[in-house]
């Protein structure tokens, strides 16, 4: 798989799920205790090492551990990951939330952005092609480490607020045609401010407009659990737009 043995598969992996988890740079022993690699600190190691040269990995400051790369998580991302389908009830559920909204746009969106925010607790947004901007779940944001950086903070909002920018996701959602699209960090955010986020989105399309709603967070939040959220909760926005002719 890619350039990466198994046991380098294991440990990149083992590495995710330890970060996600704690926010805390992973070291080697913490993966030999609690993941059972199968193999010792020092082997762990020198597989670290391997990852870090290919770029999987990287040092974190002021710490001897590691944290995943941009890489590491599209490679998670890519070949790794198994979504958690949601349930009947999940789907019923984000049903029931936005449809006595269905039939006014500004109210609909409003809604849908407060109900993606409280069922991923993460910050939600939407946007369409008639320049308006909808997002919700601020104080999910706030209660995350890396968003207690002022300057990132400050700067993500300014983002949120910036119709230009979410207009040209749209259009470059739009040329990829795919269900659920992953900005991970500077190396798709263009600034290294935003290095420690994650967007995950969805595009719609209605018969007179399109858009895009989905999720900013850290860059690792639980991605297994929010893609089928986005990928199911946008093609239920797409389904009401158009049954109602917007």
């Known amino acids: 798989m890619e350039d990466l043995t198994q046991r380098q598969i294991d440990i990149?992996?083992?590495?995710?799920?330890e970060y996600s988890e704690s926010a805390e740079p992973v070291g080697s022993e913490i993966l030999e205790?609690?993941?059972?690699?199968?193999?010792?600190?020092?082997?762990?190691?020198?597989?670290?090492?391997?990852?870090?040269?290919k770029g999987y990995i990287k040092k974190?400051?002021?710490?001897?551990?590691?944290?995943p790369s941009a890489l590491g998580f599209r490679f998670y991302i890519n070949k790794l990951m198994k979504e958690k389908e949601l349930s009947t009830a999940d789907e019923v559920a984000y049903k029931n939330s936005i449809w006595d909204d269905r039939t006014e746009r500004h109210r609909l969106f409003s809604q849908a952005t407060r109900v993606l925010a409280h069922r991923t607790g993460l910050l939600s947004v939407a946007a369409t092609d008639a320049g308006d901007v909808y997002y919700a779940g601020l104080p999910n944001m706030y209660s995350m480490q890396e968003f207690i950086d002022r300057d990132l903070a400050r700067h993500?909002?300014?983002?949120?607020?910036?119709?230009?920018?979410?207009?040209?996701?749209?259009?470059?959602?739009?040329?990829?045609q795919i269900d659920v699209y992953y900005q991970l960090g500077d190396e798709d955010l263009s600034d290294p401010l935003y290095e420690s986020c994650a967007s995950v989105l969805g595009e719609f399309n209605g018969?007179?407009?399109?858009?895009?709603?989905?999720?900013?967070?850290?860059?690792?939040?639980?991605?297994?659990?929010?893609?089928?959220?986005?990928?199911?909760?946008?093609?239920?926005?797409?389904?009401?737009?158009?049954n109602q002719g917007m």
Not at 12 to 17: A, G, N, T
Not at 60 to 67: P, Q
């Open 60 to 67: 974190a400051h002021f710490s001897s551990g590691r944290i």
């Open 207 to 242: 018969q007179n407009m399109k858009g895009i709603i989905g999720v900013i967070g850290p860059k690792r939040m639980d991605y297994d659990f929010v893609a089928p959220q986005i990928k199911y909760f946008s093609s239920l926005i797409e389904e009401i737009v158009k």
């Open 156 to 176: 993500l909002m300014e983002r949120l607020e910036e119709a230009t920018y979410w207009a040209r996701m749209l259009a470059r959602l739009d040329k990829l």
């Open 12 to 17: 990149l992996k083992s590495i995710i799920h």
């Open 33 to 53: 205790k609690k993941y059972k690699l199968g193999v010792s600190p020092a082997t762990i190691r020198n597989e670290m090492v391997v990852l870090a040269k």
